[in-house]
């Protein structure tokens, strides 16, 4: 059996004791925690290639987070703004994980508005094979 995952402390509070000192997590720990990536050294990647913010800045892999910072974090053309509530000290189920973070509300918003655009764009673009009936249509116009 491993051991429990260490908990990673930032500068002079690391070890003070103050009651005012939240718990701190890498953020490529914390990430795949809370499921937005399904390995952490793809967490790790995206933190390292600018796709991760901590707080409107980049930032590095092993940077710790703590409740109240704010994550912008974009995966191909998905992207998130999340408050951090709370750090895990291991990777649980989905329904913990969401227990991590609260999406801001205009997130939310603009990722409803993007789902559905991209549906209507795969619509409209008449993606796909064409069905038996569109055949018969298509034969029934063509000059032969």
Known sequence: MSPPPRETGSGSDSGSGSPD????LRIDRWLWAARFFKTRSSAAAAVTGGKVHLNGQRTKPA???RSG?????RRGERRWEVDVLATAARRGPASEARTLYE????SVERRGREREEGRARRLAA???RPTKRDRRRFDRHSPD
């Open 103 to 106: 999406e801001l509300p205009e």
């Open 63 to 65: 940077k710790a987070v």
């Open 21 to 24: 000192a939240s718990p701190t």
């Open 69 to 73: 910072d704010r994550l912008d974090i």
């Open 126 to 128: 008449g993606v796909g």
